[in-house]
């Protein structure tokens, strides 16, 4: 099982509409969680992160986080030919004296007009 | 002043050049990490730096050698690197490197071996 997952996509939503995308993780100890946007031959740019559990909204985004069931989702409101990019899923895992993040594969979103 | 940065933002080297990579921040960030990222995959982590020491190296081969000479800036030094050692190559720093810190991320180094 791979530490984080999420869907490759791509996930297409029209312009206007609500995009969801989603990741799970594996361990159980994780304590942040962080959502990447990258668009093609750019570096990762930090949109959201989220530590305790429930909603955290900032603009047109929203982070979910469900420790329990070890999900975590990003929800983009209003969605704009901007949004699309390929979005990674990164968990913060602690390791002896430092921690590091762990990235999913990252989700290609493509908004249609 | 939120900016990493990373010198040059494009390396072309042979696999007898020994080059280096730049990264820089004023952020006042205690960590400092190395990335590379291959097309179309995930970043993967390479190396991380805290209060300038090396915390973590995932099994990087000894071509690539990592050097923090403060607080602010980060080199990883290139020598006798494989073809397929090409790829975007990205340095990020966050407060601390313990966890509920953000990373944030430079633009990058694309390096072509030939």
């Known amino acids: 099982q791979k530490e984080v997952e999420q869907n490759s996509g791509p996930l297409s939503v029209p312009e206007g509409a609500i995009a969801s995308l989603n990741c799970t993780y594996s361990d159980r100890g994780s304590q942040s969680f962080f959502w990447y946007r990258q668009y093609s031959g750019k570096s990762p740019e930090l949109i959201m992160f989220i530590y305790s559990n429930g909603d955290k909204e900032d603009g047109r985004f929203t982070a979910q986080l469900n420790k329990a069931s070890q999900y975590v989702s990003l929800l983009i409101r209003d969605s704009q030919p901007s949004d699309s990019a390929t979005y990674l899923c990164?968990?913060?895992?602690?390791?002896?004296?430092?921690?590091?993040?762990?990235f999913g594969s990252g989700t290609r979103l493509s908004i249609r007009p | 002043d939120t900016e990493v940065t990373q010198t040059p933002k494009h390396l072309v080297m042979g696999m007898t050049n020994k080059k280096s990579l730049k990264c820089e921040q004023h952020?006042?960030?205690?960590?400092m990490y190395w990335y590379k990222q291959k097309a179309k995959k995930p970043p993967e982590l390479m190396f991380v730096y805290s209060y300038e020491k090396l915390s973590i190296n995932e099994s990087v081969p000894s071509r690539f050698s990592p050097e923090c000479p403060n607080s602010s800036l980060l080199n990883l030094h290139l020598h006798a690197l494989q073809p397929e050692d090409s790829a975007l190559y990205l340095c990020?720093?966050?407060?601390?490197?313990?966890?509920?810190?953000?990373?944030?991320f430079g633009p990058g180094t694309r390096l072509t071996v030939l």
């Open positions: 990020a720093s966050s407060q601390t490197a313990g966890s509920h810190n953000e990373q944030f």
């Open positions: 990164a968990v913060n895992m602690l390791y002896s004296s430092a921690s590091k993040i762990i």
């Open positions: 952020m006042g960030h205690r960590a």
